[in-house]
């Protein structure tokens, strides 16, 4: 059985009673690495935590392993317990389905443990999860590179008067250029992660420069910081105003508000700059 399994937002104690079931009785048990990260995972002692929770051994999987050796991990579960462990939910901000694909074709069982997601955890701000439209992913600008498909997405989202939920970017073990020039073994960037006073900043680089007033300096935004975590942080105000507010420690993500309603309202006024402070 190749179990996956997701651990919601905040630390080892968001597993579910059913998720951390499975993890006692595999045999072996994967991370996920590369995706999102628990709010502790930051630190150095993260994985230990886990590990000390769930009372055995984890090996992380980062990109590479999950893109390019996923087969040996399907196969140990043709006679195995595996369990896969995912941030949030598995079906959340990040499909799994081509390990489901691979596994189901060479005839292993699959259960998946579903868990809370940054998806329905913008919730906690107010607006109601079904007035909001298609999400989009800000990438890291670089100086050659500065995509803007987003841009028509949230174009059409805000013409129907829906909210946008931007997931911003995480870029872990990326190898530099130069190692991918040199070919040999990979070096590897130090990780980043895009906080919501730099996708602002993109966000508004794009509207200047496409000049169809989708939205500006004075459009609403909320502000989410360690969803889920104790210490998270929520700000709502205006983009202008959420582009100088410190949000600290990732993961970060931002919501461009729609059209609203009286209770949505009444609840964002909790997450005001001034209410926030």
């Not at 935590?49 to 087969?71: H, Q, S």
């Not at 389905?97 to 189901?104: H, I, M, N, Q, T």
């Not at 997931?167 to 130069?178: M, N, S, W």
């Not at 000049?211 to 989410?224: A, I, K, L």
Request: charged share 25%; hydrophobic share 40%.
């Amino acid at each position: 059985m190749l179990y996956i399994i997701g651990l919601g937002l905040g630390d080892e104690k968001d597993i579910t009673l059913r998720g951390l079931e499975a993890v006692k009785k595999s045999q072996k048990i994967y991370m996920e690495a590369y995706t999102s990260l628990l709010s502790f995972g930051l630190s150095s002692d993260g994985l230990s935590n886990l590990e000390k929770f769930y009372g055995k051994p984890i090996t992380l999987a980062d990109r590479e392993m999950v893109e390019e050796k996923a087969g040996n991990m399907i196969e140990e579960a043709i006679d195995n317990d595996i369990a896969f462990l995912v941030v949030g939910d598995p079906f959340g901000a990040t499909t799994h389905s081509d390990l489901v694909v691979r596994a189901k074709k060479l005839g292993v069982k699959v259960e998946v443990v579903h868990n809370a997601s940054v998806m329905n955890a913008v919730g906690i701000c107010g607006l109601q999860l079904y007035h909001y439209g298609e999400t989009v992913s800000i990438p890291f600008f670089t100086d050659t590179w500065r995509p803007d498909s987003f841009y028509e997405k949230i174009k059409k989202n805000r013409a129907l008067g829906l909210h946008t939920l931007c997931l911003l970017d995480i870029r872990v073990k990326e190898p530099t250029f130069e190692s991918l020039c040199r070919g040999g073994k990979k070096q590897y960037e130090p990780p980043r992660y895009m906080s919501v006073n730099t996708a602002i900043e993109q966000l508004l680089e794009v509207e200047e420069k496409r000049g169809e007033s989708v939205y500006g300096e004075e459009t609403e935004c909320v502000g989410f910081a360690r969803l889920g975590a104790e210490d998270q942080k929520i700000v709502s105000g205006t983009m202008k105003q959420l582009e100088s507010v410190d949000f600290g420690a990732p993961l970060h993500c931002l919501v461009i508000v729609g059209k609203t309603h009286p209770v949505e309202e009444e609840m964002l006024e909790f997450y005001k700059l001034e209410a926030a402070n």
